[in-house]
Every structure is written in structure tokens, then in C-alpha cells.
């Protein structure tokens, strides 16, 4: 270690010293708390922390310190917005200690130095970060370090409309047993689209309304890339991998469900408003979302009895090759570098503080996303959900996250814009995977393997 | 600069005494700067550096950098990380090297514990490690932590656990370290038996910042979606121009100027009201015109025509919307220029031809559209440079969709820099294709203003006061 490097490090060390239980004297620290990707259901992300501002408080009164916690919490509706904020403000010196994104950002956001590994400020052997699940323990490592603590988990679902499943003729016994045969691949999307056709040909959905993917890019597509036998990591080399098969399999699949007529060439970019006022009034044949947008249809859209009239189940097969699947896309706390010593400590406990199962549960239950630890499936509130049981159950077990490689972005955008260009018909099938392998290879070179 | 030339300039031959034979050749050979005039135009040229010429300057370094949300804005740190090593090692480098690299070995000595003291560790929680654990070795980070964290001084900060830990080994594994030269002595501290040039580039590798490339064009230079992107501005600009800022522009200012002037001065400031409303406002307008349940779709539905969300719901109608919306501010640009114009035309030309019996169409044609050229051309011009960079109203109406296909050269710009789902924000390819529009613009400047014959419009008088 150089003179230089040692004595900067000295010189912190020597400041934590002497700051180890948070000074003595009265202490008055403001934490900033930015939230992407966050409605009114999931305002407990930002609530959390100012709940466990005031137990830190507490405990520090308890201690004989004064501390002084102001939470300065703001929530983002969007994704583009809050990542744009967020890394510009980084760059400015201007970023929030703490900051709730999805874990991909952890790749990108940690090499260009945004973030600070939360491991070098709390105890993930100590309650209650040890009782997190060590799959997203997982999602929230990278190179070797843990860089955030999950604030909640969730499963992407299928959802089939129950009337219309009846009206086309199937059984009590049939609709049943869909989540098993979807599970078993016995039931594949091509066989997905037969059923929205036969909704749509007896008249029981509108034209065009017998499936309603996703409005816009999210997790959700990547499901259909493992449904047709892609993989996002290259197992042999860890490496990010292109399955150009199961893209072409892929878009495949929406040039012939609009060619089957059972979505438009034109549906992405749909409203999320006028998608989920469908859901709600049960105009929709098939639909795939996530599991916390059943909290939006019960609480915002007026959907009343889910369990009587909407059936769930895994994302099927698209073929042989690929897999039933769900992917979850955890959010996690990460503390900012921007922090202070002083602040990145205090905001990493308050981190620590608002994973307590009984604190996450509230948000877990009120926004529809599952819990981040086995006791917090025991909290009461948590326990008598439902639906969030169900999903527990039915879809969780099977569901996998996205790679937290900084480059992923890249390849997603490529796939993504890949669909939307075969999707509307202007380039055809076998040209858009020809672009989106030219983007990915010219981008990343031999940090790809292409398949 | 030129500006302030011209102005000394024109000052100059105005003023100053008549100067004769060779004082004059110099005057005119070189005009005189006089500092009054450089002190009024100092405000715009610094108000042209800091919005014009500083942005300018920076997207055209930008464009030859690879930078991106991962690689940072500034200066870059150097960082030896297991994912650097795997790809190190996929590269060719021994793995007896990599596992030098990787190796975290502490032990607990007299100089570390004298280190740590000065470093500013307490007292207490020094006496503890000296007595419990001098001499002990650790080969993990954790070990040591862990160690560490079971003596009863041990502070309750994990981070003044980890720091403590420091004085007490050699590891640069994700370390972060501000200059290639710090990691180098680090690196020769940790694997002093590795090859120096080996070493040097494991630094080279480590560098987590932002590098100079030409790669930005190349890729735009051999992407189709370029020409696709070229393709929809060319139609989105040539559309809105001849339909709207010119057309409808030019159709509106003389309808208007046959009309009583009452009547025109109500229908001008009525068609005013794209320019006048706030862009967001005007968007949301639009969605309530053309989405579902929108003006016309209902209007479409009660003709029995298609209804549906004509913003976004089809190619064709996203495309005349997006025109749409944009063209209908551009119309009231046109039509204001085109009024003035067409106002300052003598009316005695009018009046003469109509004593001459000729009819409106008559008029228009021989009288006012010769004299139209020039702010036709200015239009044309201003218009065209505006609305190739001009992505906000497409941004809140399409979006550049469905799919992409209203996607224009400047929202794409926008999007590759600022604003992805995913969160990477490639600022060195969106300031490529920034800079293309500024290349782009530049060169038709450059035209247009040979087309206006700028030079003689600004030129010295020929006569002289």
C-alpha cells in the first residue's frame, strides 16, 4: 500500500475511532432515501427507514447519545427517471445515502464507484441480516462483496381470466390443473395463444384481447427467452450469453401471435393505466404481470374477487428446449459514496433496521411483493395474506434473478429492441436477430459468448 | 470575433474622419477593434461559451470516449476485481499469478499493531489484540474480521473492524486506488515475484474509468438501426416542413391577410396557441384528442370509422400525430414570418393589379409568392435545424414508438445517453450522436447561409454616410 493510500485510510480509521458510538455528544444526521420504480403501495420502502430512524433514536437514547435522524425520502414512479437522477447526481456529489433500485444496477453502479459495499458497515451474521434468504444474499453480491441488502423479492406470473377459460369450455378440473401442466411443460405458450384465439373466436374477449403481455420492456420478457431455451449466463465461463435460437424462437412467437391476431403489431407502448383497467374489468383472455400488480388491481382498479376469476400460474414453456419459468427481480438498499463515513454507518444500520421482518412485512403485504426472509412468512400480517402465500408457494421456488454483470444492460437493451423491430413488422424475424447479435458482439466482443 | 469586427467596423466608417490612401487600404484591410464594442458583446460571447460553444466542445470529446454509467463521468480509479482476474486469466494470465493476486494474508505483528495505534485505533481494543492474538495468521478477510470481532474491545462498528483489520495485511482485491501508480506499489507490495510488465498491464486492465475511442462512429457508421434512424428524421423533418411550417404556415398568413382585420387578428392569435401552450400541457391535450375514449376516436366510432388509440395504436397514425403535433407549432411560426412578410409588400402592387383585373389567385401568384422567397427560405432554414434537434413533444406523445418506428435521430440521442430502463446510460455513443446532429446542422448552416448570400446582406454598405 502506498505512503499516500495508507495515510488517507490512517486518517478514516482514526476518525472511526473516535466516532464509534456515534459521538458522544448530540448528533444531528439527515439521510436522503430515493425509491425507483415505486408507487403508492410501495411507499413502505421509504417509510421503513424512517420507521427504523426513530427505533435508532430510540436505541441511541437508550445508549446515552442523542441522536438526531431526519429522513429525507423520495419516491420514483419510473425507472428511466430515478436512474438518470441517480447517476448524475452521483456524479455531481449530490446522490441520496440510500438509494432502492433493482440489483442489476449493482454491476454498473459499483464499478463506476456510485455505491459503497454495505458488508463494510453491518453484520450480515447479526440479526436480522442473517435471516434474509441466502439466494438473495446472492442477488445482492457481486465480485466477491455484498453491496446491498434486498428489500423485497417477487415472482412474475401468468394470469388466466377464469370466465373466459370456462366459456371456451374447459372444466373446473382443467383450470385446476393448469399451474401443474404449465409447470411440467405439458401446457406451452403456442398452446397460450390457441386459448386466446378461442376466447376471441367465441366472442368472449375482443379482437386483439386474448393476450396482453407486458406494455413495455421489464424482467418479464427475459422470461420468454428461458421459455425457448435461452440462458443470460454462460454456465462453462460465467460469461453473459446470447442464445440466438432461443431469440429467433422468441420473436417467432409475436410475429405469429400477431399474425394469429390475438395481440396488435402495435400494443407495446400501451398505457399501463388502460392495461391494468382491463385486467380489472376482466377484458383480457391471458395476461402476465407480477405478483405486486395484484395489489394495484384490488386497491387501485376495483378487481374484486381475484381468486374467482383469474387462475395463475408459472410462465409456460415455449418449447421443448426452453423452460416453465418466473423471474424475480429483487430490490435492494444500497448506500451511496457520496455518503460520509459517519453517514454511510448510520444509513447502513438504518438498512439493517428496516429489513426486521415485522417492518418489511408491511411493505411486503401492502405492495403484493413476497418477503425477504422465512421468519417474515410467520408475521402474522404476512401469514394471513393469501395471495402473497400462494405466490409463495406456487411460483417463488421456481423463480430466478437477472445477472448483476454490468454489461447485461447492454444485451437486454439488444434483445428488447430486437422484439420491438419484429414485433411491429419493420424488419422481419431473422434481420432482428441478426442486429441484435451485431449490437451485442461490436459492444462487448469476447465479453460475450454467442450461442 | 466577427460580430464585433463587423459592428468596430461599420463604426468606424460611419464616425471617423475620411481616412485617404494607405490609412484606408489598412482600415478597410483590417477594421479597427475598438474596446467599447468588445465590451458590448462580451455578454453574449460569454453567455456562447457557456451554452453554445462549452457544450459543443465537450460532446465532441465525449463522442471519442467509450463513458457510460459504468465507466463513470470522471476520472476513472484502478481496481483488481475476482470478475478482472477470471477475464485475466481467460486471457492468458497464469494462475499462479491470479491466485498470488487473490491472496488476503494478515497477521497479527508488532509493526501492524504500532501502525494501527498511530493509525488511531483505541488503546483497549490494541492491548486486546496483542494479548489474545499476536502471531496469528489469516488467509481470508473474514478470518481476521471474525477474529477481531470476538475481543472484548472490539469496537461495534463493522467498518472500524474492517479498517482495524487493514494494518494487518496485504490485499489489493477490490481495493479502489485514485492512480495506476498507487495499485503498482500495492501490487509490488502483495506479488513482489511477479513479472513487472505483467504487473503493469493487470494495472492497464484494472482501470475503471473511460477511455478514448473511435468505436462510437464505427458502430454508428455499421449499424442498420442507423439508417433506419437517418430514414424516419429525413420524412419527420421533410413532413413537418413542407405540410406544416410552410405549407400550412404560408396557406394560413395569406388566407388571414384577404380577411377583414378583425377576423384575422382573432384567427392569428387562435393559431397561436400550440406555440403559446406549455409543451406538456399541449401534449396531454393531444393524448386527450387521439387516445381511447379521446376526441377522435369517439368522433371515428360515431362515423363508423376505426377507433383506436391513434397515437400510438398504429404506424401510420403515430406518424401523423407525431407530425402533427410538432407541425401545428411549426405552422404558427410560419404563419407570423409569413405575415410580416407579406404586410410589408407596398399595397399600391395590389391595388395596381387590381385595377388591372387580376383575380386573388392571380395576386398570389405574381405578386406575393416571388416576394415570399426570402422568408420562405429563413423558415425553411430556422425550421429545419430546429426540428432535428428537437426530440420533447415526440419523447411525451410516441415515445418513438410503436417500436420504434417513430424513433427520430435526436430522441434516440437522448435515450442512448440519459434516459434506459436498464440503467445504462452510454454517454460517449449518445454524445456521438449529438455531435453528428452538430456536424450535421453546422453544414447546413454553412449552406443556407450561402443560399441567403449572408455575406452581402451583413456586408458593408455601398453607400457610404
Known amino acids: ?451 | 470575433m466577427s460580430l464585433s469586427a463587423d459592428l468596430s467596423g461599420t463604426k468606424g466608417a460611419v464616425h471617423a474622419h475620411r481616412p485617404t490612401g494607405t490609412a484606408m487600404a489598412q482600415d478597410r484591410g483590417r477594421p479597427r477593434v475598438s474596446r467599447l464594442g468588445l465590451i458590448l458583446v462580451a455578454p453574449a460571447l460569454f453567455l456562447l461559451s457557456c451554452f453554445f460553444l462549452a457544450p459543443v466542445v465537450l460532446t465532441g470529446v465525449f463522442a471519442f470516449t467509450n463513458m457510460s454509467t459504468s465507466t463513470g463521468i470522471g476520472a476513472g480509479e484502478y481496481v483488481i476485481s475476482p470478475n478482472l482476474l477470471d477475464d485475466l486469466a481467460d486471457a492468458g494470465l497464469s494462475e499462479e499469478v491470479v491466485t498470488a493476486i487473490s491472496a488476503e494474508t494478515y497477521e497479527i505483528t508488532p509493526d501492524g499493531i504500532e501502525a494501527a495505534r498511530a493509525g488511531g485505533v483505541s488503546a483497549d481494543f490494541l492491548r486486546d489484540i496483542e494479548g489474545l492474538l499476536l502471531g496469528d495468521g489469516f488467509d481470508t478477510a473474514r478470518g481476521i474480521e471474525t477474529a477481531l470481532r470476538g475481543l472484548p474491545s472490539a469496537p461495534r462498528s463493522p467498518r472500524s473492524l474492517k479498517l482495524t483489520a487493514e494494518f494487518f495485511g496485504h490485499s489489493v482485491l477490490n481495493q479502489r486506488f485514485d492512480s495506476a501508480q498507487e495499485l503498482t506499489e500495492a501490487l509490488s507490495l502483495a506479488v513482489p515475484d511477479v513479472d513487472a510488465g505483467i504487473r503493469s498491464e493487470i494495472v492497464g486492465a484494472s482501470y475503471t474509468g473511460a477511455i478514448y475511442t473511435t468505436e462510437n462512429f464505427t458502430y454508428l457508421a455499421t449499424q442498420p438501426s442507423t439508417m433506419r434512424l437517418v430514414a424516419n428524421t429525413v420524412i419527420y423533418v421533410g413532413a413537418t416542413l413542407s405540410i406544416f411550417n410552410v405549407g400550412l404556415g404560408l396557406f394560413l398568413a395569406i388566407t388571414l391577410f384577404y380577411m377583414p382585420k378583425r377576423v384575422s387578428s382573432f384567427y392569428s392569435t387562435l393559431w397561436l396557441l400550440p406555440r403559446i401552450t406549455p409543451l406538456v400541457l399541449y401534449t396531454i391535450m393531444w393524448k386527450w384528442f387521439t387516445w381511447e375514449d379521446g376526441f377522435l376516436p369517439l368522433l371515428a366510432e360515431q362515423l363508423g370509422l376505426p377507433a383506436f388509440n391513434y397515437m400510438k395504436g398504429s404506424v401510420i397514425t403515430a406518424w401523423m400525430t407525431m407530425i402533427s403535433v410538432n407541425g401545428f407549432v411549426g405552422a404558427s411560426f410560419g404563419l407570423i414570418l409569413f405575415s410580416g412578410a407579406i404586410r410589408a409588400i407596398p399595397t399600391q402592387q395590389l391595388w395596381a393589379s387590381e385595377v388591372d383585373g387580376a383575380t386573388r389567385w392571380q395576386q398570389i401568384r405574381r405578386i406575393i409568392l416571388p416576394q415570399m422567397r426570402w422568408p420562405i427560405l429563413f423558415v425553411v432554414s430556422y425550421q429545419t435545424l430546429s426540428l432535428l434537434s428537437s426530440y420533447e413533444s415526440i419523447w411525451l406523445t410516441t415515445n418513438g414508438g410503436p417500436g420504434k418506428t417513430t424513433t427520430v435521430w435526436a430522441l434516440e440521442a437522448f435515450k442512448t445517453a440519459l434516459s434506459s430502463y436498464t440503467g445504462n446510460l452510454e454517454y460517449g455513443l449518445g454524445a456521438a450522436m449529438a455531435l453528428v446532429l452538430v456536424v450535421v446542422g453546422l453544414a447546413l448552416s454553412i449552406i443556407y447561409l450561402m443560399a441567403f448570400k449572408f455575406g452581402e446582406l451583413v456586408g458593408r454598405p455601398r453607400i457610404e454616410f
Do not use: C
Open chain 1, 1 to 451: 500500500m502506498t505512503i499516500t493510500t495508507t495515510f488517507v485510510r490512517r486518517g478514516i480509521a482514526a476518525a472511526l475511532m473516535s466516532s464509534v458510538a456515534f459521538a458522544a455528544s448530540a448528533q444531528d444526521v439527515t439521510i436522503t432515501v430515493w425509491a425507483g420504480g415505486s408507487g403508492e403501495e410501495s411507499n413502505y420502502r421509504t417509510e421503513a427507514i424512517v420507521m427504523a430512524a426513530d427505533i435508532m433514536e430510540r436505541e441511541a437514547a437508550i445508549r446515552g447519545d442523542e441522536l438526531n435522524i431526519t429522513i429525507d425520502a423520495q419516491l420514483w414512479s419510473g425507472w428511466e427517471d430515478f436512474k438518470q437522477a441517480f447517476s448524475l447526481a452521483s456524479e455531481a456529489g449530490n446522490a441520496p445515502q440510500i438509494v432502492v433500485t433493482g440489483h442489476e444496477d449493482i454491476g454498473t453502479w459499483s464499478n463506476a464507484g456510485l455505491i459503497v459495499p454495505i458488508e463494510d458497515y453491518v453484520y450480515f451474521d447479526s440479526w436480522p441480516l442473517n435471516s434474509i434468504y441466502p439466494n438473495l444474499i446472492d442477488v445482492a453480491t457481486y465480485n466477491g462483496q455484498i453491496w446491498g441488502v434486498p428489500q423485497d423479492a417477487e415472482a412474475r406470473v401468468f394470469y388466466w381470466s377464469i370466465p373466459a377459460l370456462k366459456a371456451i369450455g374447459w372444466t373446473d378440473a382443467e383450470i385446476d390443473s393448469l399451474p401443474q401442466r404449465v409447470q411440467d411443460g405439458e401446457f406451452t405458450l403456442y398452446d397460450m395463444l390457441d386459448v386466446a384465439a378461442a376466447m376471441q373466436d367465441a366472442g368472449i374477449v375482443g379482437p386483439e384481447m386474448g393476450f396482453a403481455p407486458r406494455v413495455s420492456n421489464g424482467p418479464d420478457y427475459l422470461q420468454y427467452y428461458q421459455a425457448f431455451g435461452g440462458e443470460m449466463l454462460d454456465a462453462e465461463t460465467g460469461k453473459l450469453l446470447l442464445d440466438t435460437q432461443a431469440l429467433t424462437d422468441w420473436y417467432q412467437f409475436f410475429a405469429d401471435a400477431t399474425e394469429m391476431e390475438v395481440v396488435s403489431e402495435t400494443y407495446l407502448g400501451t398505457e399501463w393505466d388502460v392495461w391494468h383497467q382491463n385486467v380489472a374489468a376482466g377484458n383480457y383472455g391471458t395476461w402476465h404481470g407480477g405478483t405486486w400488480h395484484y395489489a394495484q388491481w384490488e386497491n387501485g382498479f376495483g378487481l374484486e374477487d381475484f381468486f374467482g376469476t383469474v387462475q395463475y400460474t408459472l410462465f409456460p414453456a415455449g418449447n421443448a428446449n426452453g423452460r416453465a419459468n418466473s423471474i424475480t427481480h429483487p430490490l435492494v438498499y444500497l448506500v451511496g459514496s457520496g455518503a460520509t463515513e459517519d453517514e454511510a454507518m448510520i444509513a447502513a444500520e438504518l438498512i439493517a433496521t428496516a429489513s426486521e421482518p415485522r417492518i418489511n412485512a408491511l411493505h411486503a403485504v401492502k405492495s403484493a411483493h413476497l418477503g425477504i426472509s422465512e421468519v417474515e412468512s410467520t408475521v402474522p400480517l404476512y401469514a394471513e395474506n393469501r395471495w402473497l402465500t400462494a405466490a409463495s408457494e406456487r411460483l417463488a421456488p421456481h423463480a430466478n434473478a437477472i445477472p448483476n454483470d454490468p454489461d447485461f444492460g447492454i444485451v437486454w437493451d439488444a434483445m428488447f429492441e430486437g422484439l420491438e423491430a419484429s414485433w411491429t413488422g419493420v424488419m422481419s424475424v431473422e434481420d432482428a436477430v441478426a442486429e441484435a447479435e451485431a449490437t451485442v458482439t461490436q459492444a462487448l466482443g469476447d465479453n460475450v459468448v454467442v450461442r
